[in-house]
């Protein structure tokens, strides 16, 4: 029991995470490779900020997640407003995770390689339930705002988008802090689940699965990515029965999703239109 | 007004347009024809801020708007429709005009993450004027369908209810009857007269179906190497020997 609700808390705390490069990559267009940058930056402020600070885990919580979002635009407004090619982009930000962990290696606050211990665990399984909720609600309402129109214009067509006036870099930029504000939070809870945090937890390996969980779960949607975060977490555990399976089995569950829905598990729906089409459908048949 | 002062475009050795000038007046509908390459459309990517001008000065109303970043260019009063549609094709078609209205909706970004009540009232409200203009164009039926399924026609259609949405003083129209059937286009006749009649809007409108563009236009200017070749009436133009010798070459005499 204490085993499955471990990675049931795993994976939603990956699902808080994923969710901010769905903002950023599914209903923006733009591509990363740097965000376990700021799911470390919201893993040790929120870690700094209870374990020698004493604050409050929900204060914490929030200002680990505000604090990547400060970090974003040291790395989004001179990459963005350059209009740097999306190429180009990933592989700036790329370095920047590089460089955003080499800063964590060697602070004294942040005790070096040797990482933080004895962090205090807040994160239980109904806590993070609660703010995997929450940061649902929040994205779900941000896309379905003028905010989120704007976005999608973006992902869809950039030129098109700036011929409705829409500001390319601002709408960027907007979606990186919002998506570094929800790994923000993803960290933090994270440190306060793991009970300790070392740099090299955030590598790019992090960064490349928040990408697979937002491809796989597909794009335009916030659901999809959310459930495949918790799926790929919680995978590899139940295939540890099949231990010498397992890479290759995680492999074609990849590959399968591929073929048989390109667009990704969810791609452009959530499952809530699922519920609504049935609950349609049984109105039909009962009337 | 919009006036363009000897612009200039070159693309890495390609002068694109080269010391180009004219001016539109408002309420008027000016044609914008030349031969493939002319560089009609750099001159509207030019207007639009896509691209910056390397020489020369364009002004609206009054404003210099070369260079100037394209969002803000909508700002000042302008709209386009592209040569090559231009939607956003997984939105639907009521979806794509809404966002016309993004600059025009009060709410702020707390409200908006917070996903507060007054936020879907205002959606709402967009929704009612949204439809107002795909009923202008004969979309109303098409709302809920997905853009990018539509026929070209009606994509066409689309692209200048999404343009009109966003109440511009002046619209640009990129070879509109591109690809369409001379029912479509006796169709699209229509639509741009009458657009420009309850607007009264500024087009310039750029066209390779002389038909059209000789019965819509009064005024036309010719565009050739990226230069003005000749600006006049249709009837002015029609018996231009450089307008004749650029279209249909040389010996056009003996065509
Ligand atoms: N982004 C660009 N990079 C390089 N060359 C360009 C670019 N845009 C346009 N050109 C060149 O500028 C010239 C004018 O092109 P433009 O598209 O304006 O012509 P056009 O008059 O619109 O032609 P058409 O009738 O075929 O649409 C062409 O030689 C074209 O190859
Ligand atoms: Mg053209």
Redesign the interface.
């Given at each position: 029991m204490g085993y499955i609700n471990s990675v049931l808390t795993l994976g939603c705390i990956q699902a808080v995470s994923v969710l901010g490069l769905a903002l950023f990559t599914g209903f923006t267009g733009q591509f990363s490779l740097g965000h376990a940058a700021f799911i470390g930056i919201g893993a040790y402020v929120s870690a700094i900020l209870t374990f020698y600070y004493h604050v409050p885990f929900i204060l914490a919580l929030i200002l680990g997640g505000l604090g990547s979002v400060v970090v974003s635009f040291i790395i989004g407004v001179p990459t963005l407003k350059a209009k740097l090619r999306s190429d180009y982009f990933v592989i700036a930000i790329m370095g920047f995770g590089e460089a955003v962990r080499v800063v964590l290696e060697n602070l004294n606050i942040t005790q070096g390689a040797r990482g933080l211990a004895g962090i205090e665990k807040y994160s239980t399984l109904p806590v993070v339930i609660l703010v995997l909720a929450v940061c649902c609600?929040?994205a779900?309402?941000?896309i379905?705002?003028?905010?989120?129109?704007?976005a999608?214009?973006v992902r869809?067509?950039p030129?098109?988008?700036?011929?409705?006036?829409?500001?390319?870099f601002a709408t960027k930029m907007?979606s990186l802090a919002g998506s570094a504000f929800f790994c923000g939070v993803g960290g933090a809870l994270l440190a306060h689940f793991l009970m300790y945090i070392q740099p090299v937890m955030f590598t790019q390996v992090q960064s490349t699965q928040l990408v697979a969980a937002v491809v796989a779960g597909g794009i335009?949607s916030i659901s999809g990515p959310v459930i495949m975060a918790i799926f790929f977490i919680a995978l590899p555990e139940m295939l540890r029965i099949a231990n010498m399976w397992r890479l290759v089995i995680y492999g074609l569950v990849l590959i399968l999703i591929m073929v048989f829905r390109p667009s990704g598990l969810m791609g452009?729906h959530e499952l809530t239109e699922l519920g609504k089409g049935l609950f349609r459908r049984l109105k039909k048949e009962g009337s | 007004m919009l006036e363009l002062n000897n612009v200039t475009k070159t693309f890495g050795g390609i002068k694109a347009v080269s010391g180009f000038s004219m001016k539109a007046h408002p309420g008027e509908i000016l044609g914008l024809i030349g031969p493939n390459g002319a560089g009609k459309t750099t001159m509207f990517n030019l207007i639009?801020?896509?691209y910056k001008p390397d020489g020369g000065t364009i002004s609206f109303d009054g404003e210099n708007i070369g260079g100037m970043?394209?969002?803000h260019v909508?700002?000042k009063g302008i709209?386009?429709t592209?040569q090559n549609i231009?939607?956003?094709?997984?939105?639907t078609v009521l979806?794509n005009v809404?966002?016309?209205?993004?600059?025009k909706?009060h709410?702020q970004?707390p409200s908006?993450?917070?996903?507060l009540p007054l936020?879907g009232r205002q959606?709402k409200e967009i929704i009612k004027e949204a439809m107002t203009y795909l009923e202008l164009v004969g979309l109303q039926d098409h709302a809920k369908r997905v853009a990018g399924s539509l026929p070209y026609g009606l994509s066409r259609r689309l692209e200048i209810a999404?343009?009109l949405a966003?109440k511009p003083k002046l619209i640009l129209l990129d070879e509109p009857a591109a690809g369409m059937n001379p029912e479509e286009i006796v169709d699209l006749k229509e639509l741009i007269c009458m657009v420009h009649r309850e607007f009264a809007l500024m087009i310039v409108l750029i066209e390779h179906r002389m038909d059209l563009i000789m019965s819509i236009c009064p005024r036309i200017v010719v565009l050739n190497f990226g230069t003005k070749l000749a600006e006049g009436t249709p009837e002015e133009l029609q018996n231009n020997e450089e307008v004749l010798k650029a279209y249909l070459g040389e010996d056009y005499k003996n065509a």
């Amino acid at each position: 029991m204490g085993y499955i609700n471990s990675v049931l808390t795993l994976g939603c705390i990956q699902a808080v995470s994923v969710l901010g490069l769905a903002l950023f990559t599914g209903f923006t267009g733009q591509f990363s490779l740097g965000h376990a940058a700021f799911i470390g930056i919201g893993a040790y402020v929120s870690a700094i900020l209870t374990f020698y600070y004493h604050v409050p885990f929900i204060l914490a919580l929030i200002l680990g997640g505000l604090g990547s979002v400060v970090v974003s635009f040291i790395i989004g407004v001179p990459t963005l407003k350059a209009k740097l090619r999306s190429d180009y982009f990933v592989i700036a930000i790329m370095g920047f995770g590089e460089a955003v962990r080499v800063v964590l290696e060697n602070l004294n606050i942040t005790q070096g390689a040797r990482g933080l211990a004895g962090i205090e665990k807040y994160s239980t399984l109904p806590v993070v339930i609660l703010v995997l909720a929450v940061c649902c609600w929040l994205a779900r309402s941000f896309i379905v705002s003028r905010y989120g129109w704007r976005a999608i214009a973006v992902r869809e067509d950039p030129i098109a988008a700036e011929m409705m006036g829409i500001n390319l870099f601002a709408t960027k930029m907007l979606s990186l802090a919002g998506s570094a504000f929800f790994c923000g939070v993803g960290g933090a809870l994270l440190a306060h689940f793991l009970m300790y945090i070392q740099p090299v937890m955030f590598t790019q390996v992090q960064s490349t699965q928040l990408v697979a969980a937002v491809v796989a779960g597909g794009i335009g949607s916030i659901s999809g990515p959310v459930i495949m975060a918790i799926f790929f977490i919680a995978l590899p555990e139940m295939l540890r029965i099949a231990n010498m399976w397992r890479l290759v089995i995680y492999g074609l569950v990849l590959i399968l999703i591929m073929v048989f829905r390109p667009s990704g598990l969810m791609g452009y729906h959530e499952l809530t239109e699922l519920g609504k089409g049935l609950f349609r459908r049984l109105k039909k048949e009962g009337s | 007004m919009l006036e363009l002062n000897n612009v200039t475009k070159t693309f890495g050795g390609i002068k694109a347009v080269s010391g180009f000038s004219m001016k539109a007046h408002p309420g008027e509908i000016l044609g914008l024809i030349g031969p493939n390459g002319a560089g009609k459309t750099t001159m509207f990517n030019l207007i639009t801020g896509v691209y910056k001008p390397d020489g020369g000065t364009i002004s609206f109303d009054g404003e210099n708007i070369g260079g100037m970043a394209p969002h803000h260019v909508v700002e000042k009063g302008i709209a386009r429709t592209f040569q090559n549609i231009r939607l956003f094709n997984k939105l639907t078609v009521l979806d794509n005009v809404k966002i016309a209205f993004h600059n025009k909706l009060h709410y702020q970004l707390p409200s908006a993450v917070l996903g507060l009540p007054l936020v879907g009232r205002q959606n709402k409200e967009i929704i009612k004027e949204a439809m107002t203009y795909l009923e202008l164009v004969g979309l109303q039926d098409h709302a809920k369908r997905v853009a990018g399924s539509l026929p070209y026609g009606l994509s066409r259609r689309l692209e200048i209810a999404r343009a009109l949405a966003l109440k511009p003083k002046l619209i640009l129209l990129d070879e509109p009857a591109a690809g369409m059937n001379p029912e479509e286009i006796v169709d699209l006749k229509e639509l741009i007269c009458m657009v420009h009649r309850e607007f009264a809007l500024m087009i310039v409108l750029i066209e390779h179906r002389m038909d059209l563009i000789m019965s819509i236009c009064p005024r036309i200017v010719v565009l050739n190497f990226g230069t003005k070749l000749a600006e006049g009436t249709p009837e002015e133009l029609q018996n231009n020997e450089e307008v004749l010798k650029a279209y249909l070459g040389e010996d056009y005499k003996n065509a």
